[in-house]
């Protein structure tokens, strides 16, 4: 009976922790603050354009990378954003796990020595 309640409360915090691992379903990606991508202009049909026309179509095919590469650079400062907090919580997960098995095994020595006194008188 001494190891249950200790093997219970370790086996608790561990089988959990290993759960949420495995079974969670992937989260839905939240909306991101920066602008959207779009797909990119398409050229004019270099048969029949004229100067005008395929000149045009280059400014706005630099305006569009340009809108692009703010987005994409925007998206890249969020993505590393997430990743810090994901290795900051990985990090808070692993102490508190750490510290979960670190009071099952000083409840299990309570208990042992609980035991330990009463099978002596």
């Keep these: 009976m001494r190891y249950v309640l200790a093997a219970a409360l ?41 100067a005008d026309q395929m000149n045009a179509a280059v400014q706005g095919y630099s305006a569009w990378q340009a ?17 810090a907090q994901l290795q900051a919580r990985t990090a808070e997960l692993q102490a508190a796990q750490t510290a979960n098995q670190a009071a099952a095994a000083a409840f299990q020595a309570q208990l042992d020595a609980f035991h330990a006194r009463r099978n002596r008188h």
């Design 10 to 50: 370790f086996a608790a915090f561990t089988v959990t922790a290993q759960a949420q691992d495995t079974t969670t379903p992937a989260a839905p990606v939240p909306a991101s603050s920066c602008p959207a991508l779009t797909p990119g202009p398409t050229a004019p049909d270099p048969a029949h354009a004229t």
């Design 67 to 83: 809108a692009t590469q703010t987005a994409v650079d925007c998206r890249n400062a969020e993505r590393r954003s997430l990743n």
